[in-house]
């Protein structure tokens, strides 16, 4: 039945507040009401289908009526059937309606002005359709008897109409995730009833009119996140005292909260991330009794945790993650009896774990400074289920204590400088559902106790300096259904057999470590196998059809090394989801398939070429084939014959010799660097030429296949007039994101896999090509290895201008140079970067000071604009993610060469950052376990 709504001096005597002219029956409402079902296009099968002759009207699906109004509709609730179409204007010839509810259907069309005619209207929810069109000021003019008005999820523009402000009885507003633009109207503050305003995620500009929070005195709930919308919160929100929740996630220029909060005296939950707050109340624990709630998670607070944050003796949860905190976190905190959830993360911490309330649940402290050891006393924390220590300084070893956190369910501690070995009473943690001990200086075996983990579905254990076998036992952990990764170790002898138990497992990857013997057929039991890195060890043996035919699912395989033996495995061929392979650097014999994942391989024994067979693909190295030229030499489109008679689109890349100094020195760096090389991310080299040109003189070049769509300069600064109108000719952040990961990744491998490390020395856009699926290849190793200056300007790291070897480092700084310039669509040169302002300097001091908004200011309009058509999770992950890429690539550029981090770790940020806005399989955890929820 409906809701009883409206004022008390219109009743009805039935109880009902609401007046009508028309009382003629129900036969309009009955016309009304096929007039809509002719308007709305429903399936034949759904809820409108009940709509006919053969029942009486107050009988149909979602309609309700007054038996005592004779008969007359008085509810119509149509949420989630699936409708589409329009709502027809004779929708207002139901007068006795007081509850429509259209919510979560594909309406589109605008909402009908005539709807203000429906006097009785105490509840309109339209919220989660496709409307557009204005918001009609009738409805604030007429629908006096309003109470909830939902248009949330839609696509209305224009402004908030003032009208609203008529709505003497309305309770709940709800206009969120909408294009309304303008600012919030101050007639609002005439809505004494209003308990709640949610108006997050359109375009509002303006400041919040002060009138509001000193006017409505019911408020209990009030948003605005996700606006354009500036200045800081009104002085009168303290004139508010029966405010519970204040979820204020300005995307505004706002500094530090009014002093005048603290008039808030019931003043429960504070949510106010995703801001640029630099302060936060020194004595808000002290002067807000009822705190239970603080998060402030992603602003630019600067100081340290106020110790009076300890005095909030109702607190529950804290996140105060991804700041700037320094200094000490107050030991007083552990008083806080009822604190389950606290957050740490991302801030310039240097303390140690200070004594937490023994109910904590959740504790992250994660990418600090925090140094010292992890106290032995943490095993107090009996209900600890989460613990996040990653990518701080910790050192020392991994207290046995921990093994006795039985409820624990995440334990992260990668990243750090811890020692010692791997405490075997983690095999206690029988909940355990994620280990990750990786990129410390842990030593010795890896216990097999930890099988025990009975719940374990993920376990790296990556770049430690662990010997002796893997325990057989290890493979026995059923749940293990997601990664197992101890790469780049020390462990040596066979890999048992018992890796057949592992048949959930979806990675596997022991790479670089001194395994050796024969590759266990048991391993074709890993049915759900999607990735298996065994590269770098010292297998022995074939490549059996037994073993590996049987993993229909594998879409990588790299078993690289020196020892495999026997014919080349043709079955590999039928493995239809295969991505990536690599058996390079074995003793295999036999010919090489050309089906399946080699259909698109090149032959390894390149084909010779002569000058005049390059001349003749460029027509005579043409100017009308010249597509590009650098300080070597020029690159040139072409078309070549293969030997079976198919064309064969190439790029030619000729080396000035007599004309550019220094030419012959990157031919030779350069060859040398490709001889050296193979990763999928790496421009395709087809064959070299070294030979003569028509006047005798030394011609020496490089063909690579051709790149269709271009470099990653066309894409990001395309010519003037290019693609003006056309939004196919930007990349989205998704595309940029992956192109990002793809550099980070080769970078990753020239640093630290390859057999001699290699140095890029002149990374910048245009030697970043994109192939016909948009991957990111990179070319150009001119000046790998090279004595000459080392770089482009804008791009060459800064102590290279000084005379600097080249290194690893002055690749990450161009990397970081390179994401800014995705990030900003400027170019490193930009005529704005001028008296000591670089890119990197302008992104730097935009994210700092403005936080979202600063790197929203900066970030290319295209991505901006693309970001505001999104609904309000994707636009809220998009614009964590911008910020995220600002941190990174303002951490690579850093001026000095030891403040930058390792490629490794960055592609590492770069790939989970990805991860988080493309979906990606999760990993399938065991009945029953917790789940952890970052808030």
């Not at 590999?572 to 399946?596: I, M, R, T």
């Amino acid at each position: 039945m409906a809701q009883k709504c409206g004022r008390p001096d219109a009743t009805w005597g039935d109880g009902w507040s609401c007046s009508s002219s028309n009382r003629s029956g129900n036969e309009t409402d009955r016309a009304a009401l096929l007039a809509f079902k002719h308007a709305v296009l429903g399936s034949p099968a759904g809820p409108l289908s009940s709509w006919n002759d053969s029942l009486p009207l107050c009988q149909w699906q979602g309609v309700s009526c007054l038996p005592r109004r004779a008969g007359r509709v008085t509810a119509l609730s149509l949420a989630s059937p699936g409708l589409a179409g329009s709502i027809p204007p004779a929708i207002s010839n139901l007068t006795f309606l007081s509850s429509l509810e259209l919510s979560d259907n594909g309406l589109i069309g605008s909402i009908p002005p005539s709807i203000g005619g429906m006097h009785c209207l105490c509840r309109l929810d339209l919220s989660g359709n496709q409307l557009g069109g204005a918001i009609p000021g009738e409805a604030g003019v007429l629908l006096t008897n309003m109470t909830h008005l939902d248009l949330s999820r839609n696509l209305l523009v224009g402004h908030i109409p003032s009208e609203l402000g008529r709505l003497a009885a309305l309770v709940d507003l709800n206009l969120s995730q909408n294009h309304l633009t303008g600012s919030i109207p101050p007639s609002l503050a005439a809505l004494s009833s209003l308990q709640s305003i949610n108006l997050a995620s359109n375009i509002l500009t303006g400041t919040i009119p002060p009138s509001l929070f000193a006017n409505l005195m019911a408020l209990v709930m009030f948003t605005v996140k996700f606006n354009n919308l500036r200045g800081s919160l009104p002085e009168e929100i303290g004139q508010s005292r029966s405010l519970q929740s204040i979820v204020a996630a300005l995307n505004n220029h706002a500094r530090k909260l009014p002093a005048s909060i603290y008039n808030l005296t019931f003043l429960g939950k504070i949510e106010l991330s995703y801001n640029s707050f630099t302060t936060l109340l020194p004595d808000i624990g002290d002067l807000l009794p009822h705190l239970y709630f603080l998060s402030m998670f992603e602003n630019k607070l600067t100081e340290g945790v106020p110790v009076s944050l300890g005095n909030a003796s109702a607190m529950h949860l804290i996140n105060l993650g991804e700041n700037n905190l320094v200094g000490l976190m107050p030991a007083n905190l552990g008083v806080l009896r009822d604190l389950a959830h606290l957050s740490l993360s991302v801030n310039m911490l240097h303390v140690q774990v200070a004594n937490l309330s023994r109910e904590l649940v959740w504790l992250s402290f994660e990418d600090n400074r925090i140094s010292g050891t992890i106290p032995s006393g943490i095993s107090k924390l009996a209900g600890l289920a989460t613990l996040r220590f990653q990518v701080n300084n910790f050192s020392g070893a991994i207290p046995e204590s921990v093994g006795l956190l039985t409820n624990m369910v995440d334990f992260l501690v990668f990243g750090n400088r811890l020692t010692g070995t791997i405490p075997l009473l983690l095999g206690n943690l029988t909940k355990l559902t994620q280990l990750e001990l990786s990129e410390n200086q842990l030593v010795g075996e890896v216990p097999p106790s930890l099988a025990g983990c009975r719940s374990l579905a993920y376990l790296s254990v990556v770049g430690n300096r662990l010997t002796g076998t893997i325990p057989p036992r290890i493979f026995t952990i059923r749940a293990m259904s997601y990664i197992l990764n101890m790469l780049n170790n020390l462990l040596s002898g066979e890999l048992s057999a018992e890796v057949g138990h592992l048949q959930s497992l979806q990675t596997l990857d022991l790479a670089n470590n001194r395994l050796t013997g024969a590759i266990p057929g048991t391993i074709s039991q890993c049915q759900m196998l999607q990735r298996l890195d065994l590269h770098g060890n010292m297998f022995t043996g074939g490549v059996s059809l037994s073993t590996f035919g049987a993993l229909k699912g594998l879409k990588e395989l790299d078993m690289s090394g020196k020892n495999l033996s026997g014919e080349f495995p043709r079955f590999l061929q039928d493995l239809q989801y295969s991505q990536v392979l690599n058996l390079s650097f074995n003793c295999l014999a036999g010919e090489v398939p050309v089906k399946g994942v080699f259909a698109n391989a090149t032959a390894e024994l390149h084909r010779k070429v002569s000058y005049m067979e390059l001349s003749n693909a460029t027509n005579g190295f043409s100017s009308g084939n010249l597509i590009g030229a650098g300080s070597h030499g020029s690159v040139y489109q072409g078309t070549m014959l293969q030997e079976d008679g198919a064309e064969l689109a190439v790029a030619v890349k000729v080396f000035g010799l007599r004309q550019q100094r220094g030419a012959l020195a990157t031919f030779v760096a350069e060859c040398e660097a490709l001889r050296h090389v193979r990763h999928r991310n790496l421009a395709r080299i087809l064959t070299v030429c070294d030979s003569v040109d028509s006047k005798g003189a030394d011609f020496k070049a490089l063909v690579y296949g051709y790149m269709p769509n271009g470099s990653l300069e066309r894409w990001l600064h395309p010519e003037p007039g290019e693609d003006e109108d056309d939004d196919s000719g930007t990349l989205t952040l998704v595309q940029r994101l992956n192109a990002a990961v793809d550099v980070a990744l080769v970078l990753d491998y020239l640093h630290n896999d390859c057999e001699v490390p290699i140095v890029h020395c002149d990374l910048k856009p245009s030697n970043v090509l994109l192939d016909d699926d948009m991957v990111a290849r990179v070319g150009d190793f001119g000046l790998a290895s090279s004595l000459v200056l080392m770089g482009s300007i804008g791009y060459i790291a800064p102590e290279y201008g000084m005379g600097g070897q080249a290194c690893a480092s002055g690749d990450v700084y161009s990397y970081g140079i390179l994401l800014l310039e995705m990030l900003t669509g400027k170019t490193a040169t930009d005529a704005v970067f001028r008296d000591g302002l670089t890119l990197a300097r302008f992104v730097g001091e935009a994210a700092n000071s403005g936080g979202v908004g600063g790197v929203l200011f900066v970030a290319d309009p295209r991505l901006v604009s693309a970001g505001r058509n999104r609904p309000l999770v994707q636009r809220a992950a998009q614009e964590r993610c911008l910020v995220s890429v600002a941190r990174i690539g303002v951490s690579c550029a850093s001026e000095l060469p030891m403040e930058r981090p390792g490629m490794k770790q960055v592609a590492n940020e770069m790939a989970k950052l990805r991860a988080s806005l493309v979906d990606r399989p999760a990993p399938r955890l065991p009945h029953g376990h917790i789940t952890t929820v970052r808030i």
